[in-house]
């Protein structure tokens, strides 16, 4: 029997509509929606891998429990019980900050995890939890909370009417877009050429999205900032400032330009690796532009200056009249509108790590600081951890250190579909029905997507009837906790998801969006200032003070150094469209082809250190060292290398078959936790100091 299927896959952030066809039940294809009114039939090759995560042998399918003999399958309701013992027992023990809760990036890809795991973590009590979001975007949240009042309110290029997009940082190609959820964006890039406009693209790397760009210019890691504020002087100092509409309603305009003007292009071009004629042109050609948008993504966010870089990069949407206009930076109408309930409050600061002092960030502590949480004794401290579809071993910072801490916990357990590098260390896993088992309704990237859409995915498959979703999972759990002792009944998603829907801005249904398949469209991004705007007066403070204080750091990227460094170059890192963060090398078919897991280094660099293609080098950091092949390339700038992140599948006890035959290493065994964002608290993955030596030269260097 033949059987077509539609639905969005939720691998990534662009929410691309899929065909799926099943003959007797089982995938004959995956293929692009053409009718998907949003992705326009668009794929990427990760698609595929719902079918083999779906059918995975290594993914988990009941609950399991660590035992000296290995891992034996035990029943949810003693692995429930379980968990709600060995929480309990610990913070009776130790008190509610002595259990943490670890969340990674797929939370928001699913419904059902992300509508209902923060009232598990509430029931917690505990203020030690963490996230992916403080190795990720932190930066955009903070900027987005500083200039309009609430942290999810984040300006998204209007790619499909733009006449110029600056890209720093971002790699949309590889990545699908991300803080700008956007299938199809090559084409949607080159749309913009097409119509006589222009894209220019600013990294250290010549990525896949530069390789397509018209224009691309290296810049030392870091240094970012520097080319933002000699953009924003050269606007002052030429008089291109034109704030539009925007005029109306934004202070602070005077404060910036006095914050700026000392870091003309002169000053910078050095440090940044980018002529002052080529700053002064980018600035003339973005300014003038019929229509132009600033967009910072990785490369911007996960460094040391990464709440400067956003509010700049902001700051230049504003500055040339391209924030709320058509073709330059707006913000999204979703038909579930959870942001328009939020209020602007206080959501930094409230308190801080017991070890270092860090911030807290959205009800979070920095995960850079986790590992010294659970690792440092004394009132507070982390004796039992929940990790939620996280892998933190191989996604923040100093992994080793992470992979010490979790071996030394009292108890932990992990909700997840495998046993790799973190869940290895638990005591107890909980594996939710995935993929093609569930529904979907992209609840956070609507509100990311450069075009207002909606549509509802009903689940492929019926789960086991032995499986429980990940809503049944976090519900029972939060019960449990709260001391709730009325008889448990799980609530599927689609209750509340059909409420947001009634009450959101187009009322729509979920019996609507069922009727459609292929999602309704619900038309471009449109102008919302200043009644869009969480802040009480409905102005924008375009020059906050915690940003003027933070510009203080910023002249050390100035300062001459003569002297030799120990870490002679700056890692980065690199994706690639078959990778999607550690989770996805366990299918087959994206792992195919020549090894991804190497070290990028431009050819003066490997000449002058005497290194060949493919030799194996070694790379060492403050924190440790790994070693993996050396791929000579001119697309990365001298003084800067380059690997992939997710890779490190070697460790002892991983049960992922084909991900261990793709072992590579891990560059979080070279990042360093104490190199932060100081503004924000994310973790600062680019611009790593390191050192790269042939493999052979370190061995004989030992004797």
């Known amino acids: 029997m033949s059987q077509t299927h539609y639905r969005n896959c939720n691998l990534c952030e662009?929410?691309?509509?899929?065909?799926?066809?099943?003959?007797?039940?089982?995938?004959?294809?995956?293929?692009?929606?053409?009718?998907?009114?949003?992705?326009?039939?668009?794929?990427?090759?990760?698609?595929?891998?719902?079918?083999?995560?779906?059918?995975?042998?290594n993914r988990l399918r009941?609950?399991?429990?660590?035992?000296?003999?290995?891992?034996?399958?035990?029943?949810?309701?003693?692995?429930?019980?379980?968990?709600v013992e060995g929480i309990q027992r610990s913070q009776a023990q130790y008190g509610h900050n002595a259990v943490g809760l670890y969340q990674g990036n797929p939370s928001i890809h699913n419904l059902g995890t992300i509508m209902n795991s923060p009232a598990f973590a509430k029931a917690l009590r505990s203020k030690n939890l963490f996230s992916a979001t403080s190795t990720d975007q932190l930066p955009h949240h903070f900027a987005s909370w500083q200039l309009f009042g609430h942290p999810l309110l984040v300006p998204i290029p209007d790619i499909d009417h733009t006449q110029f997009m600056l890209i720093i940082g971002g790699n949309p190609i590889a990545s699908?877009?991300?803080?700008?959820?956007?299938?199809?964006?090559?084409?949607?890039?080159?749309?913009?050429?097409?119509?006589?406009?222009?894209?220019?693209?600013?990294?250290?790397?010549?990525?896949?999205?530069?390789?397509?760009?018209?224009?691309?210019?290296?810049?030392?890691?870091?240094?970012?900032?520097?080319?933002?504020?000699?953009?924003?002087?050269?606007?002052?100092?030429?008089?291109?400032?034109?704030?539009?509409?925007?005029?109306?309603?934004?202070?602070?305009?005077?404060?910036?330009?006095?914050?700026?003007?000392?870091?003309?292009?002169?000053?910078?071009?050095?440090?940044?690796?980018?002529?002052?004629?080529?700053?002064?042109?980018?600035?003339?050609?973005?300014?003038?532009?019929?229509?132009?948008?600033a967009y910072g993504r990785v490369g911007v966010s996960t460094q040391v200056y990464g709440g400067l870089c956003q509010w700049l990069i902001d700051a230049l949407n504003i500055l040339t009249g391209n924030l709320d206009k058509k073709g330059g930076a707006m913000f999204t109408q979703p038909a579930v509108d959870f942001i328009a309930r939020g209020k602007y409050e206080k959501r930094f600061g409230r308190w801080h790590s017991r070890v270092r002092g860090l911030p807290e960030s959205l009800g979070e502590l920095p995960v850079a600081a986790l590992a010294e949480e659970i690792l440092t004794p004394g009132e507070g401290q982390i004796r039992t951890l929940i990790t939620s579809c996280g892998n933190p071993v191989l996604s923040t910072p100093n992994g080793a250190q992470v992979d010490k801490a979790l071996a030394s916990l009292d108890f932990m357990v992990s909700i997840?579909?495998?046993?790799?590098?973190?869940?290895?260390?638990?005591?107890?896993?909980?594996?939710?029905?995935?993929?093609?088992?569930?529904?979907?309704?992209?609840?956070?990237?609507?509100?990311?997507?450069?075009?207002?859409?909606?549509?509802?995915?009903?689940?492929?498959?019926?789960?086991?009837?032995?499986?429980?979703?990940?809503?049944?999972?976090?519900?029972?759990?939060?019960?449990?906790?709260?001391?709730?002792?009325?008889?448990?009944?799980?609530?599927p998603p689609e209750?509340?998801?059909?409420?947001?829907?009634?009450?959101?801005?187009?009322?729509?249904?979920?019996?609507?969006?069922?009727?459609?398949?292929?999602?309704?469209?619900?038309?471009?991004?449109?102008?919302?200032?200043?009644?869009?705007?969480?802040?009480?007066?409905?102005?924008?403070?375009?020059?906050?003070?915690?940003?003027?204080?933070?510009?203080?750091?910023?002249?050390?990227l100035l300062a001459p150094t003569h002297s030799v460094h120990e870490f002679p170059f700056l890692l980065i890192g690199r994706r690639h469209l078959r990778d999607n963060n550690s989770w996805m090398h366990n299918a087959s078919r994206l792992m195919r082809g020549r090894n991804r897991c190497t070290l990028q280094m431009h050819p003066d660099d490997a000449a002058q250190l005497r290194l060949a293609n493919q030799q194996v080098v070694k790379v060492s950091s403050r924190v440790g060292e790994i070693e993996l092949p050396l791929e000579i390339s001119a697309e990365i700038m001298p003084g800067v290398v380059c690997m992939p992140h997710g890779y490190g599948h070697a460790r002892a006890g991983v049960q992922l078959d084909v991900a261990k035959q793709y072992a590579g290493v891990s560059i979080n065994d070279l990042t360093d936790e104490f190199v932060l964002d100081d503004l924000t608290g994310n973790a600062a993955f680019s611009g790593v100091r390191v050192n790269v030596e042939s493999k052979v030269e370190s061995t004989i260097s030992t004797f």
């Open 416 to 491: 997840d579909i495998y046993i790799n590098e973190t869940t290895r260390h638990a005591h107890i896993i909980l594996p939710p029905a995935t993929g093609l088992e569930v529904s979907h309704y992209d609840l956070t990237f609507h509100v990311l997507a450069v075009r207002n859409t909606a549509k509802y995915s009903p689940p492929l498959f019926e789960k086991a009837p032995d499986a429980r979703h990940d809503y049944e999972i976090y519900q029972e759990l939060a019960h449990r906790l709260s001391g709730n002792t009325e008889p448990f009944q799980a609530e």
């Open 176 to 293: 699908n877009g991300s803080m700008m959820t956007v299938p199809d964006v090559a084409k949607r890039l080159r749309a913009i050429q097409e119509r006589g406009g222009k894209v220019v693209v600013v990294d250290p790397r010549r990525t896949e999205t530069a390789e397509k760009a018209d224009q691309h210019f290296f810049i030392r890691p870091n240094a970012d900032v520097l080319l933002l504020l000699a953009m924003v002087q050269t606007l002052f100092a030429e008089g291109l400032v034109n704030l539009g509409h925007l005029a109306e309603f934004t202070d602070g305009v005077t404060e910036l330009q006095d914050a700026c003007t000392a870091y003309t292009p002169e000053k910078v071009a050095a440090a940044t690796g980018i002529s002052a004629a080529a700053i002064r042109q980018l600035t003339r050609e973005f300014a003038q532009a019929e229509s132009a948008v």
């Open 62 to 83: 009941t609950p399991v429990k660590r035992t000296p003999e290995g891992w034996q399958k035990i029943s949810w309701e003693e692995a429930m019980d379980a968990v």
């Open 14 to 57: 662009a929410m691309c509509g899929l065909e799926i066809r099943l003959e007797n039940d089982q995938i004959s294809s995956i293929a692009g929606d053409k009718n998907d009114t949003f992705s326009r039939g668009h794929i990427c090759p990760k698609a595929v891998a719902l079918k083999d995560i779906y059918e995975d042998p």
């Open 495 to 556: 209750e509340k998801l059909d409420l947001g829907l009634r009450f959101g801005p187009y009322a729509l249904s979920l019996d609507q969006l069922k009727e459609n398949p292929h999602g309704i469209d619900l038309g471009p991004l449109q102008a919302c200032l200043p009644q869009r705007l969480f802040i009480p007066d409905k102005r924008i403070p375009l020059a906050p003070a915690n940003f003027l204080q933070d510009l203080s750091r910023v002249d050390q």
